[in-house]
């Protein structure tokens, strides 16, 4: 018996692969398992916190994105989970950026910023949004 959480079988390479875009989520990159049954880096866009590749472990490369348009949700979204190895807040403001540090229960916090999200809303994304 597997002592892994059932997300595994929403990971790509897990035993139901297409859970996760028939809920919604759109494989932006990778999500193909290989000949070698390696499962490719994976980044899955409009992933959702009653999806179990949110709420719980993947055993593979893969990162779920999350939007919002409230921060205090986004951080509160993020803490809903008994992970927490990582997490990264998208924003150019600073304040945001502090407040996500503080209040995220993550093993680490980053803040990006770039050029390419300028015009775009804060997002927050971790690992264990995937998780």
Known sequence: ????PEAVAEAPGGQDNDAPVEAGAVVECGGKVGDDGVVAP?????????????????????????TYTDFEDALAS??????????A?????INKAL?????????????????????????LRGNSRVG
Do not use: W
Not at 108 to 118: F, M, N, T, V, Y
């Open 78 to 87: 993020a803490n809903d989970t008994i992970y927490g190895l990582h997490a």
């Open 89 to 93: 807040v998208f924003t150019s403001d």
């Open 42 to 66: 994976t980044v899955l866009s409009g992933v959702t916190p009653d999806m179990k590749v949110s709420c719980a472990e993947v055993f593979g490369p893969v990162v779920g994105v999350a």
């Open 99 to 123: 407040r996500a540090a503080k209040m995220l229960d993550f093993g680490g916090c980053a803040r990006q910023r770039g050029a390419h999200l300028a015009g775009r809303s804060d997002a």
């Open 1 to 4: 018996m597997s002592h892994r």
